[in-house]
């Protein structure tokens, strides 16, 4: 990691003015503030115009290119236009855009993108649905940008046949895409999705990863690539003699880091089948250059919906685990880093899981891998650098991503929620006058004044070792993900998430709520976050996008 660069970007944060920011990006627009992490890892992927196309460069400031805003998935969004004062008035305050009529068709199960330089050189939001349809949508008004949507190839109706995997709740498109700032041939940025394709039976035949112009759909060339070819020539190399291609599934965020995407893998809900946990690695630049990881054991799934985190050292993944009855470790339960084209250095330096990984996790089924991690920095505390991580079950971790700490190698642990099945959602991070906070929902909460579900605020305080505890918590009834707000890296901090289809802000010092939001967005499923663009906070439902801004 450039340590210089991330001094720089942490100290720009703390003055409210924009980082440095590397390569050709314009930084002077008002957007999301990168943490040094997070410029360090879009370094070699920043805008820059190449081509005949006439594409002008991404800002990646303004622009949301993957899960979380950032590499790290923190979260954390400058708007400066969203203040508390602003946010919460009550003449005018946050209310839905009536003018923004965005609507699709199908269901979606992964968070908006937006990149401001999109079709035709204008801002865009892209949806994706598991009809198997990736839309562009204007930022205006909310019409399709693109004549019509790019289809990536049959839908399944299933993930395969009784006796293998049978139906299942959820296939096609499911995982959120990432977007590469660097123009293409065409001049314009490139989006990569993952979904499902089906066979003639309405089973899965083959997953791929297929990498599109922003602009207008169009696959860049030597794409889309076969993801279950190459799982399959991995799983001969490796001695596993039972892959199925129907019985993988792709919910995981997708990352780009350094020039390499990185593709996540788990199972089907009900766990069917034989399968592994499996991370693909492709080089955008030469897409027939790839690597796979899998998990020693079976059932290891990398299936949360947030994705993995980056330092801009590879990505760091948390696996599960559905088979019971092993004896010793073997990748169930962990929080795993893995670089370059998808290896993985078994030292303790790489890999963390907990002591109880197999009588409690294991056994009861209270997957680690079951919520992404989340990367923070912590000034005053030893390390700065932080990994937060939680299980099923309620046990929140802090560790150190230069060092995980092989088993039960934490930094601090705290027990947040109810021991069960009570956390399952995408973590974030910001920092506000009061400090540090790591966000997430939660049900049976351990929250002030009594155990509810409910968005939990954990503070992270300076100190060696850091003692993390819970803030505050606000109540919801959905299975949301919360994201935070700035108005200049530190100042204003308010939690965004939605509850029944509204938008509620909350302080982010205290949890106080500042703002509801009414608009009925309509269905919002499971572990959806919403995006911070330009003053407004956007969020996709089935079939639709909302918008909300300050009027």
Same mark, same amino acid.
């Given at each position: ?8 970007g ?5 003055l409210?003015?924009?980082p ?43 622009s949301?290119?993957?899960r979380?805003?950032h ?10 236009l ?7 008035a ?17 269901s ?22 598991? +009809? ?47 977007i ?12 990569y ?8 039976n309405?089973?899965i ?25 190459i799982?399959?020539a991995a ?23 350094n020039?390499?995407l ?43 919906a947030?994705?993995m985190?980056?330092?801009?050292n ?7 685990n ?19 084209m ?6 303790s ?5 907990p ?8 056994a009861?089924?209270l997957?680690f ?5 989340v ?9 700065t ?31 947040i929620a ?25 049900t049976?909460?351990h ?16 100190g ?23 108005? +200049? ?8 998430f ?41 969020v996709s ?10 009027h």
């Amino acid at each position: 990691m450039n340590r210089s660069l991330f001094f720089w970007g942490r100290l720009a944060l703390f003055l409210g003015v924009s980082p440095l920011v590397p390569c050709c990006s314009n930084s002077s627009r008002a957007g999301g503030a990168l943490s040094g992490w997070d410029a360090a890892v879009g370094g070699d992927t920043g805008a820059t115009k190449s081509g005949s196309g006439g594409g002008a460069p991404v800002d990646i400031n303004v622009s949301v290119l993957e899960r979380n805003k950032h590499p790290s998935r923190d979260g954390n969004y400058l708007q400066p236009l969203l203040t508390k004062a602003n946010v919460g008035a009550k003449t005018g305050g946050m209310a839905l855009d009536a003018g923004f009529n965005a609507t699709f068709t199908g269901s979606t199960w992964a968070s908006p993108l937006y990149v401001d330089q999109g079709p035709g050189g204008k801002g865009a939001y892209f949806i994706v649905t598991n +009809d198997n349809d990736v839309f562009a949508i204007d930022e205006t008004d909310g019409h399709l940008a693109w004549p019509k949507p790019f289809n990536i190839g049959p839908a399944p109706q299933s993930a395969g046949p009784p006796g293998h995997c049978g139906p299942s709740y959820h296939v096609g498109i499911l995982s959120t895409p990432v977007i590469d700032p660097k123009l293409g041939p065409d001049g314009f940025a490139t989006i990569y999705v993952a979904g499902a394709i089906g066979n003639a039976n309405g089973y899965i035949d083959r997953h791929e990863v297929h990498a599109l112009s922003v602009n207008d759909g169009t696959e860049r060339k030597g794409w889309p690539i076969n993801v279950s070819a190459i799982q399959a020539a991995a799983s001969i190399a490796a001695g596993i003699t039972n892959f199925h291609a129907e019985a993988s599934n792709q919910r995981s965020a997708l990352s780009l880091v350094n020039g390499l995407l990185y593709v996540a893998y788990g199972g089907h809900v009900g766990d069917c089948d034989t399968y592994h946990g499996w991370v693909v690695a492709i080089d955008v630049a030469n897409p027939s250059k790839t690597g796979a990881w899998a998990t020693a054991g079976q059932g290891e799934a990398i299936w949360a919906a947030g994705g993995m985190a980056s330092d801009g050292n590879g990505v760091i993944a948390v696996t599960s685990n559905s088979t019971t009855g092993i004896t010793t470790h073997a990748d169930s339960e962990e929080v795993v880093r893995v670089t370059g084209m998808a290896t993985v250095n078994r030292s303790s330096a790489n890999i963390f899981y907990p002591g109880d990984w197999r009588d409690h996790l294991d056994a009861r089924d209270l997957d680690f891998g079951s919520s992404s991690p989340v990367l923070l920095s912590v000034p005053g505390a030893a390390p700065t650098n932080l990994l937060a991580a939680v299980t099923k079950a309620g046990t929140f971790y802090l560790l150190d991503p230069a060092n995980l700490g092989g088993m039960d190698g934490y930094i601090a642990k705290l027990m947040i929620a109810d021991d069960g099945m009570q956390i399952r959602t995408t973590l974030a991070a910001y920092t506000s006058t009061s400090g540090a906070h790591v966000i997430l929902e939660a049900t049976a909460a351990h929250c002030p004044g009594g155990t509810r579900q409910a968005i939990v605020s954990i503070s992270v305080p300076p100190g060696a070792p850091p003692v993390p505890a819970v803030a505050w918590c606000a109540p919801t009834q959905d299975n949301v993900a919360p994201i935070a707000t700035t108005s +200049d890296g530190k100042n204003d901090a308010i939690v965004w998430f939605i509850n029944h289809g509204n938008l509620i802000g909350v302080d982010g010092d205290t949890g106080m709520p500042i703002v509801t939001a009414t608009g009925q967005c309509g269905v919002i499923n499971e572990w959806i976050s919403p995006i911070a663009v330009k003053g407004h906070i956007v969020v996709s439902s089935n079939g639709k996008l909302c918008s909300w801004s300050v009027h």
